[in-house]
């Protein structure tokens, strides 16, 4: 596994066609080994835009800190 920390926003699309938002820690334990915890939200979105602008919006986010898969 990377050490390198995972972005801490990721937006996907569900079988429902919505997009929802995970919202994820990354802290790394005393050898440095990376431990992600997530977060899924009950928000739903209709357009990847309008999740990407409540990201933005309520947590401040920058554009890089947001992943989509």
Do not use: H, W
Not at 5 to 21: A, H, M, Q, S
Not at 51 to 56: E, G
Request: glycine share 2%; net charge neutral; with cysteine.
């Amino acid at each position: 596994m990377s050490r390198v920390p995972v972005r801490p926003y990721l937006i996907t699309k569900d079988d429902e066609g919505v997009f929802r938002v995970t919202v994820r820690t990354t802290r790394f334990n005393s050898q440095g080994y990376p431990l992600v915890s997530s977060e899924l939200l009950e928000d739903a979105f209709r357009t990847q835009t309008a999740a990407k602008a409540f990201v933005c919006e309520e947590f401040r986010a920058e554009t890089n800190e947001i992943a989509t898969k």
